[in-house]
């Protein structure tokens, strides 16, 4: 069976990776099985492709490495003259070869002497370093840059390489500057070999015989294959561990450690067999750990070396316990058979006669039989068949019976029934269940938004026709895409022919019936787990998916592809399915291509007044001379002057591309700048291209101050831009409403512009700003954001839900009389309910008691959708005097909403009390006395969220209506730059005013409300219930008055802003403190930097207390890339060394984001202290940038913050091009 599901993915959705999960319920309980991943990032979509090339042949023993470099265009054609640099970095080689599991291979010598180990510090270490995991650093390679020759060919040499007596692994990269604008990188690995010959070494137990060890050594070639006659020899060593405490200043102590290693001699010596095998024993001269080395020559002399290390015990005591082995060896002919063929097996059982119960299994016995056991002829012969694929276990159990008569005497029955168990695990081939499938586009090549015609063509591995019901999903994708990160999901097959574990035990009575010590079940792991032409501006990545295309009578289909704008080539995939239990994959590609290429190289985003240089690439693909002309015009949006760009003549020779540069200030107060170019020869357009660049401001309008009045006829009060703001930019904003819930443009402005995304900041600015649509559309999201217990997560790939943020949703969604689609409000309560009756546990963010408040709020987020028990308060001590007032709120909704709870009256009134006797006045501003206990930040609780709730919660009860209306003036007082503090805050803010004005407000307002500013005027016309109005003035010169003036009936109120940019120019702390570091990884120049450099940014900051949901922000220039993203083009040397140095210096993030103007890191728990956070950047693009200001703030105690300013970065091109 088969499914189709899309999901669209959101233009604010979080970048980042997403888990794909499949919910299965069964038996009322429901699981999730990952069934694969998606990331979504912001990315420039490759247009070259680069092909590396090392030595066919092993290398053994190479002090250099010559790697050959094969660059083209996606549309076709040689990147020739394209400049390419190399690094590189040697490794240590860890592998293992797949059918010989328990074999060291070519490990390296033994070191003889003592060795002294890292000291550790007695005491009480906070970390221990169990997770300080830092990855070898490696040795780095460079290579002289090169350029490509006309057929965009070339080489890179690499070394010196310094001999090793293990195998090395180098890591080859080739740098090169993409068309599109970024830097992009290539690598290829490969292995220096110290020999050709690939020795291992393997121990029946790790723990040996104290008369015996026996080794078993193995030769193979490099491609893993045996090697018979090759001279082995085995030499043993003794190895010791000694421990020392000393005493250091201060009271402390510390251990020293020595490993002593000292050289036995020989151990054994000869050749291996036709399997590459030489079975060796060794009688050991003392007890304790033993290291046993194994030495291979190959035909020129070279040698490689494996040791493996064994316990050998002792007369003394020692704690590890030897066990009775019930076990033989089950040899089989070779690991791997197709169906049809038999697997050949040989038994080593040291009996004379038995019988053998031989089974097939893989979860569960597939087959069973039973046959005499021959020691001259020990074989087993399995038929292979098409339903053991993947693989089978085959089990051998030898079971011998009584030899004689037991003695009549206590002494030991030496002849008793006995048996061995053997176990040997096989692959099987595919075939059986393959499905090939022909992919065939009608052309090679297309010319832009023309139609594909593809066909497919499918067949069973022996030729014969598909099942009926078979069906392909077919998608069209630009290749530039999958090199940015290869998509594994197509490959059906190899998802549904996973390893299977055995999931079969097997145990004998005998322990009973002939006291035999040992039977165990089969330690094999479990496995498993799947004329005139338009501009070319429509480059979506993805042209064509089908999940369903069902095939005809023959096997075969017909799609027809509409192409975009792209220049490219772009990959058909078809996954077929039949029956359930037929699958294959089949691909195919064709390209579009014209004679006349211009190509974007522009930076995504770039900032308010930048100055920087955008470059396009001007490509003749044709055998012939092009003489062209290159114009274009910048437009920015909103409306702004075009900016013309200079016309460029040039000659293009044949197959030749060119970068042009026009320099660029970006203009201020636009949010996008639309590029348009044409190339012309003659009158001919040969291409024409549009492209749309994003523009962010530096320093952003905000809301400086604020106040609310109520206009009454005549209001007048003085104004001035702030001092430090920009000049131009902002002004006072005037909101006008009838009502005192139309007057929240603050909260508006402020939520509508938010930078953080969350679960619980995605609802809140839907609800703030009462768009719906984004309310659905985290709705449709939400399934997804949900953990196994059915409670909701802060970023979906957080392993665990919060009971805090789950009882948050639902009590917002009752309130705001929004829905919750059924099935995800069914898996909302389950959650909660589990929580609320002690079946599912969650601890506190903070180490605090605040239990009964978590369950509070899950209670009453249960009854405001409908669900409570009264049985649920039996554990719980209530007394709303002792608790902060979120949780004498959450009570009261309870006690509103639960009206057959006993005593409701006087418990309702008890609440209603203590809230009154709270409440106080500041000025006009609305103050609870508990208001320093009730923030609970981790809670997402504060005192401006309880007085919001407080208003709505006691909108329309009778005995508050006489100060509800001081309330809600208060409530508003509390806002500071015209919104509250939190975002839960803003979003009960809006509720409460919608509820408090519906309920409270029924005065009209008409006539006219007139407002002057020196020679400003502006009019607002009340009719027809007009909801609001807004008046915007530029700042005055100096100070001047403001005068707003209302002729007609009712009172207007109105909500004055001052919005003003003003930049950070000196660091600001409150309560955080924040530094920023740069510090060079590469640069081309010393003291400038330069396309193509790297950097590491490091980012300190301290943080005052244990605090909950933290971001940290940092801005990036135009153009720059954050090393470390792991996709196609990102250098894996330099994440190499980002990873080798972010070792555990800050708390664990539990989301990063890697935009492309920003980098910003979310952790769920910061404790108190200093603490770092480092990243690689890689420049990209040239230019004088303006950096906004770094920033670190607490989400939910936004008080808590702190800011680095960051002033100009220059970066000069690249080459020495000024």
């Known amino acids: 069976a088969s499914a189709e599901a899309k999901w669209r993915i959101p233009k604010e959705a979080k970048l980042g990776s997403y888990r794909i999960s499949l919910a299965d319920r069964a038996d009322g309980e429901e699981r999730e099985r990952s069934v694969g991943n998606l990331r979504v990032e912001a990315f420039r979509v490759p247009t070259l492709k680069a092909t590396l090339l090392a030595s066919s042949a092993p290398l053994i023993g190479a002090e250099a490495v010559d790697l050959g470099v094969q660059i083209s265009y996606l549309s076709g054609g040689t990147a020739a003259g394209l400049a390419v640099n190399g690094r590189g970095l040697v490794l240590p080689h860890g592998w293992q070869r797949g059918d010989y599991e328990t074999f060291s291979f070519s490990n390296g010598k033994v070191t003889e002497g003592k060795r002294e180990h890292g000291a550790e510090d007695e005491g009480d270490a906070e970390f221990d370093g169990e997770d300080d995991y830092r990855p070898p650093l490696g040795r780095a390679l460079r290579a002289k840059a090169i350029t490509l020759d006309a057929a965009g060919s070339g080489k890179l040499g690499f070394g010196p390489i310094a001999a090793s007596d293990q195998p090395q692994r180098l890591v080859l990269e080739a740098e090169y500057r993409e068309a599109n604008g970024e830097t992009a990188s290539a690598a290829r690995q490969v292995v220096i070999w110290p020999a050709a010959v690939d020795v291992g070494i393997a121990s029946d137990q790790w723990a040996a015989a104290k008369d015996e060890v026996r080794l078993k050594l193995l030769a193979l070639d490099l491609a893993g294959k045996p090697l018979a006659k090759v001279p082995l020899q085995v030499e043993a060593f003794s190895r010791r561990d000694y421990s020392h405490r000393k005493r250091l200043l201060g009271g402390f102590y510390a251990y020293q450690n020595f490993t002593e290693t000292q050289g036995l001699g020989l151990a054994c010596k000869g050749e291996s067999d036709a399997r590459g095998e030489f079975l060796c024993s060794y009688t050991p001269k003392g007890s304790g750990q033993h290291v046993f080395q194994v030495s291979a020559r190959d035909e020129a002399g070279r040698?490689?070396?494996?040791?493996?290390?064994?316990?050998?015990?002792?007369?003394?005591?020692?704690?590890?316990?030897?066990?009775?082995?019930?076990?033989?060896?089950?040899?089989?002919?070779?690991?791997?058979?197709?169906?049809?063929?038999?697997?050949?097996?040989?038994?080593?059982?040291?009996?004379?006669?038995?019988?053998?119960?031989?089974?097939?299994?893989?979860?569960?016995?597939?087959?069973?039989?039973?046959?005499?056991?021959?020691?001259?002829?020990?074989?087993?012969?399995?038929?292979?068949?098409?339903?053991?694929?993947?693989?089978?276990?085959?089990?051998?159990?030898?079971?011998?019976?009584?030899?004689?008569?037991?003695?009549?005497?206590?002494?030991?029955?030496?002849?008793?029934?006995?048996?061995?168990?053997?176990?040997?695990?096989?692959?099987?081939?595919?075939?059986?269940?393959?499905?090939?499938?022909?992919?065939?586009?009608r052309q090679e090549t297309y010319r832009v938004r023309e139609k594909a015609e593809v066909q497919f063509a499918v067949r069973r591995t022996d030729g014969s026709l598909p099942p009926k019901d078979t069906e392909l999903a077919v998608a069209v994708v630009d290749e530039g895409l999958l090199q940015l990160r290869k998509n594994e999901s197509w490959q059906l097959l190899d998802a549904m022919m996973k390893k299977r574990g055995i999931e079969v035990e097997t145990a004998s009575a005998q322990q009973q019936v002939v006291g035999k010590r040992h039977f165990g079940k089969k330690a094999v792991a479990a496995g498993g787990g799947g004329g005139q032409m338009g501009a070319r501006e429509l480059f979506d990545t993805l042209l064509l998916w089908r999940g369903r295309v069902r095939l005809d009578a023959q096997g075969e289909a017909r799609l027809e592809v509409p192409l975009n704008d792209s220049l490219t080539r772009f990959r058909v995939v078809a996954v077929a399915e039949g029956a359930s239990q037929f699958f294959g994959t089949g691909e195919a590609s064709f390209g579009t291509t014209q004679e006349v290429m211009l190509l974007s190289a522009l930076p995504q985003v770039v900032r308010e007044g930048d100055r920087f240089d955008a470059s396009f690439t001007l490509r003749n693909t044709t055998k012939t001379e092009k003489h062209l002309v290159v114009s274009g015009e910048v437009t920015p949006t909103p409306a702004g002057v075009k900016l013309a760009l200079a016309p460029r003549q040039l000659t293009l020779g044949p197959e030749a591309a060119v970068t042009l540069h026009w320099p660029l200030a970006v203009p201020e107060s636009v949010a996008r700048l639309t590029w348009e170019l044409s190339a012309r020869e003659g009158e001919v357009l040969a291409d024409r291209l549009r492209v749309r660049q994003n523009v962010v401001p530096v320093v952003p309008l905000?809301?400086?101050?604020?106040?609310?009045?109520?206009?009454?006829?005549?209001?007048?009060?003085?104004?001035?831009?702030?001092?430090?703001?920009?000049?131009?930019?902002?002004?006072?904003?005037?909101?006008?409403?009838?009502?005192?819930?139309?007057?929240?443009?603050?909260?508006?402005?402020?939520?509508?512009?938010?930078?953080?995304?969350?679960?619980?900041?995605?609802?809140?600015?839907?609800?703030?700003?009462?768009?719906?649509?984004?309310?659905?559309?985290?709705?449709?999201?939400?399934?997804?954001?949900?953990?196994?217990?059915?409670?909701?997560?802060?970023?979906?790939?957080?392993?665990?839900?919060?009971?805090v943020l789950t009882a948050y949703l639902m009590q917002l969604a009752a309130a705001n009389d929004w829905e919750i689609p059924e099935a995800v409000e069914e898996r909302l309560r389950s959650g909660l309910r589990a929580f609320v009756e002690g079946r599912l546990q969650r601890p506190s963010e903070l180490a605090t008691a605040d239990f009964s408040y978590r369950r509070l709020a899950a209670m009453a987020a249960l009854s405001a959708h409908g669900h409570f028990?009264?049985?649920?308060?039996?554990?719980?001590?209530?007394?709303?005097?002792?608790?902060?007032?979120?949780?004498?709120?959450?009570?009261?909704?309870?006690?509103?909403?639960?009206?057959?709870?006993?005593?409701?009256?006087?418990?309702?009134?008890?609440?209603?009390?203590?809230?009154?006797?709270?409440?106080?006045?500041?000025?006009?501003?609305?103050?609870?006395?508990?208001?320093?206990?009730?923030?609970?930040?981790?809670?997402?609780?504060?005192?401006?969220?309880?007085?919001?709730?407080?208003?709505?919660?006691?909108?329309?009860?009778?005995?508050?209506?006489?100060?509800?209306?001081?309330?809600?003036?208060?409530?508003?007082a509390r806002q500071q730059r015209g919104h509250w503090n939190t975002t839960p805050a803003n979003a009960w803010g809006v509720i409460a005013f919608e509820r408090f004005s519906s309920l409270h407000e029924a005065a009209q307002v008409d006539g006219e409300t007139r407002g002057s500013l020196e020679q400003q005027t502006q009019r607002v016309a009340w009719k027809d219930e007009k909801p609001s109005a807004a008046l915007r003035f530029a700042w005055p010169a100096g100070s001047a008055a403001l005068t707003l003036e209302h002729q007609g009936g009712g009172k207007p109120w109105v909500m004055l802003q001052s919005?003003?940019?003003?930049?950070?120019?000196?660091?600001?702390?409150?309560?955080?403190?924040?530094?920023?570091?740069?510090?060079?990884?590469?640069?081309?120049?010393?003291?400038?930097?330069?396309?193509?450099?790297v950097l590491r940014v490091t980012l300190e900051f301290d943080a005052p207390a244990d605090l909950t949901w933290v971001a940290l922000t940092d801005p990036l220039p135009p153009g720059a890339t954050v090393v470390g993203s792991g996709l196609g083009g990102d250098s894996a040397v330099l994440a190499r060394s980002a990873a080798s140095r972010g070792t555990w210096d800050g708390p664990w993030a539990a989301f990063e984001e890697r935009q492309s103007d920003l980098y910003r890191v979310y952790y769920r728990f910061v404790p108190r202290g200093r603490w770092t956070k480092s990243y690689l950047l890689r420049l990209n693009q040239n230019g004088e940038f303006h950096m906004p200001a770094s920033r670190i703030e607490a989400m939910y105690a936004p008080e808590m913050s702190a800011l680095w300013p960051n002033g100009k970065f220059a970066v000069r091109p690249a080459g020495g091009r000024e």
């Open 702 to 803: 905000e809301v400086q101050q604020a106040t609310l009045v109520q206009l009454d006829g005549r209001w007048q009060t003085p104004l001035a831009a702030p001092a430090a703001a920009l000049p131009g930019r902002g002004g006072p904003r005037l909101e006008l409403s009838p009502r005192l819930a139309g007057s929240l443009a603050g909260v508006t402005a402020y939520m509508g512009a938010y930078p953080y995304s969350c679960t619980e900041q995605r609802a809140s600015v839907a609800v703030a700003l009462q768009d719906r649509k984004r309310w659905e559309q985290l709705m449709a999201e939400l399934p997804g954001l949900l953990d196994g217990q059915g409670l909701a997560k802060y970023f979906g790939l957080m392993r665990e839900g919060s009971e």
């Open 1059 to 1093: 919005i003003a940019a003003v930049p950070v120019t000196e660091p600001l702390a409150r309560g955080f403190t924040l530094t920023r570091k740069i510090e060079v990884v590469e640069q081309a120049e010393r003291g400038a930097w330069r396309v193509g450099d």
């Open 303 to 441: 040698v490689a070396t494996a040791h493996r290390e064994v316990w050998v015990p002792g007369e003394e005591d020692w704690w590890f316990k030897a066990e009775a082995n019930d076990r033989m060896d089950l040899i089989p002919e070779k690991r791997r058979y197709e169906p049809g063929e038999t697997a050949r097996l040989q038994m080593r059982a040291p009996f004379q006669s038995g019988t053998v119960l031989v089974t097939v299994e893989r979860e569960g016995v597939l087959e069973a039989y039973t046959q005499t056991f021959d020691p001259k002829r020990s074989i087993i012969e399995v038929p292979m068949k098409a339903h053991f694929a993947p693989n089978v276990y085959v089990s051998a159990l030898v079971v011998r019976g009584r030899v004689e008569a037991p003695p009549p005497t206590a002494l030991v029955d030496l002849a008793k029934p006995t048996f061995r168990l053997g176990i040997a695990a096989l692959e099987v081939g595919w075939s059986g269940h393959r499905l090939d499938v022909k992919v065939a586009p």
């Open 869 to 972: 028990e009264a049985k649920w308060l039996d554990s719980l001590v209530i007394d709303p005097g002792l608790w902060p007032s979120s949780a004498v709120l959450d009570w009261l909704g309870i006690l509103q909403r639960a009206e057959k709870l006993p005593r409701r009256a006087e418990r309702l009134a008890q609440a209603k009390e203590v809230l009154r006797a709270r409440l106080n006045w500041q000025g006009t501003s609305a103050a609870l006395s508990t208001e320093r206990g009730d923030y609970l930040w981790w809670l997402m609780v504060s005192g401006d969220s309880n007085i919001n709730r407080m208003l709505w919660q006691l909108a329309d009860e009778a005995e508050w209506r006489a100060d509800i209306g001081k309330l809600a003036r208060g409530a508003l």
